[in-house]
């Protein structure tokens, strides 16, 4: 039987919950135990403790789903169905103490996203889509901005910590947009970056070096909420293509042109 994606996103918000009360509670009391993955790549016991309940909540809830989530707690795939799952996005802010960070999972159905939930926990925001059906915020309709030039607009990005031969033209697009947009800012939470340009506090977020569980769900939402996603090239592989930018679609023209006069590879 097929599912009924709106009833699975609801079930899987109410798990993303509990799992949020999960990470609170355990870094109220207790000390983290904090990992080192890779240099500035950290894992805390809690990213870990996250992951797992997420992975046994969605297997009960899609008996026939796999996973693809960034701690490889479960490396089980589905044949059609495979949840995409950061248990907290944003890990260095979380062990700093500082917001934001985020639960972000989507739902993949071969490779199409019908399910894509972020849920912001500083500001305990949860943003949500299901395939057919608009973007939300705590329950209530969102959309992208309708600022219509990069001059008018507020510009997120992230710093790659790895892939340093990208970095010279990187910081040609720090200089640019710094220069030509209203600001630029540096959150530390793709998700949460990608879950502000569908509620339009950003009018666009460029990154590249990012990993699938990073942008699936929050890419989701903005699309649902009327945005456009992209990889570098302008093509559809953002997804699994670690590079993605993402834009109110009056921007979104504007901002490719701006992206690719630094970043598209030669
Ligand atoms: C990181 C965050 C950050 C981005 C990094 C990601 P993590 O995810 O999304 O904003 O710049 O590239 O790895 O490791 O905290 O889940
Ligand atoms: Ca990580
Ligand atoms: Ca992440
Ligand atoms: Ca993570």
């Known amino acids: 039987m097929e599912p009924n994606f709106e009833s699975l996103c609801n079930e899987a918000i109410s798990l993303i919950r509990q799992t949020g009360n999960f990470i609170r509670e355990e870094r109220a009391n ?11 790549d950290f894992v805390t016991h809690i990213d870990k403790g996250s992951e797992e309940r997420l992975v046994k909540g969605l297997k009960t809830l899609l008996p026939e789903s796999g996973f693809i989530a960034e701690e490889a707690t479960s490396t089980e795939k589905g044949e059609r169905f495979n949840w995409v799952i950061d248990p907290i996005d944003g890990t260095t802010n979380f062990i ?4 934001p960070f985020a639960i972000s999972v989507a739902l993949m159905d071969a490779q199409e996203v019908v399910i894509g939930i972020v849920y912001e926990m500083g500001l305990d925001e949860m943003f949500f889509a299901w395939k057919g059906s608009k973007a939300y915020l705590n329950g209530k309709e969102i959309s992208v901005s309708s ?31 710094m220069r030509k947009s209203h600001g630029l800012r540096r959150l530390g939470s793709a998700a949460t970056d990608l879950a502000y340009v569908a ?3 950003f009018e666009g977020f460029y990154e590249y070096n990012l990993n699938p569980w990073d942008v699936a769900a929050g890419a989701f939402i903005v699309q649902q909420a009327g945005g456009k996603n ?18 109110n679609p009056l921007i979104f023209d504007e901002f490719l042109r701006d992206i690719k006069l630094f970043m598209e590879e030669k």
Do not use: W
């Open 30 to 40: 207790h000390p983290l135990t904090i990992e080192t993955k890779g240099k500035n």
């Open 96 to 99: 700093h103490g500082l917001s």
């Open 147 to 177: 600022r219509p030039t990069v001059a008018d607009s507020l510009i997120a990005t992230g710093f790659p910590y790895t892939q340093y031969h990208r970095m010279g033209d990187f910081m040609k697009t720090l200089d640019h947009f």
């Open 199 to 201: 509620c339009g506090r």
């Open 230 to 247: 992209a990889d570098f090239t302008g093509g559809n592989n953002y997804i699994f293509g670690k590079e993605i930018i993402s834009a």
